[in-house]
């Protein structure tokens, strides 16, 4: 194992959270690529390890407490956590999800991964992250997730979303809970907004994710005593 600080990216064998991963790696992370395809994850952790990151792809599917246990027992060190892994649930023309004929399906598996599977794997890591020295937590979230924004209508945020959205304002209310709950330890947690960002999630629409990588990188490496329970973006603090 490697005395190099460890962290586990959610859904990393593509898109933003590659480009986590990967910028992680160049600072000298151990990074472990949490994916729910093995082989994809196999094959992102060999082009890293390729671009010389010290790079393990670990199978996590969030959604699962069997995989999460597993992958807890495979990990054994870890000083940071990155939950990424998320999906949007399907979307009308225009990315769209009226709210007044939603499936309650649908909702139910956008839930399930986007926070539920967020509560899942943090609390299963937690017992790893608290014997770290400077244990880090991120939660990607999005603009969406502001409601203040929401609420706006001088302020563009897109279409409207709404199985997606809310489980980013879940997601951010989780990590406020999480701060409050952590307060006094030496854990940091924050909501991380990458902006657009141009994956298959987006249709390749926005902005490259090597960039929008920053802000997430940017918590994750937070020295001690810096901010927690915090929502920012790469401008700054976003209004819940």
């Known amino acids: 194992m490697s ?3 460890t962290a586990l990216i959610t859904g990393a064998n593509k898109g ?17 690529v949490g994916a729910r395809d093995r082989a994809r994850g196999e094959a992102a952790a060999k082009t890293l390890r390729a671009a010389g990151v010290d790079a ?21 060190r870890l000083d940071v956590l990155v939950n990424n892994a998320g999906i949007s ?54 603009s969406v997730a502001s409601l203040t924004w ?25 990590t406020v809970h999480y701060a409050r709950q952590l307060a006094g330890t030496n854990i940091l947690i924050n909501a991380a907004c990458p902006g657009l960002v141009a994956t298959d999630f987006t249709g390749f629409t926005g902005r490259p994710a090597r960039e929008a990588a920053a802000t997430p990188i940017r918590l994750a490496t937070l020295p001690d005593g810096g901010p927690t329970g915090t929502f920012t973006n790469d401008d700054g603090v976003i209004p819940w």
Do not use: F
């Open 3 to 5: 005395d190099n600080k």
């Open 16 to 32: 933003l959270g590659y480009e986590i991963a990967a910028g992680l790696g160049a600072l000298g992370y151990r990074v472990l």
């Open 56 to 76: 393990r792809a670990v199978p996590l599917d969030v959604t699962s407490d069997r995989s999460v246990a597993e992958a807890t027992e495979l990990i054994g």
């Open 89 to 142: 649930g399907p979307t009308g023309p225009g990315w769209e999800q009226d709210p007044t004929v939603l499936n309650l399906d649908v909702v139910r598996e956008v839930v399930d991964t986007n926070v539920y599977g967020v509560i899942r794997v943090t609390n299963a890591m937690l017992p790893l992250l608290r014997r770290s020295p400077s244990p880090r937590i991120v939660n990607v979230s999005s």
């Open 150 to 174: 929401q609420s706006d209508p001088a302020i563009e945020v897109g279409p409207i979303m709404a199985a997606y959205s809310p489980t980013k304002t879940y997601l951010n209310a989780l």
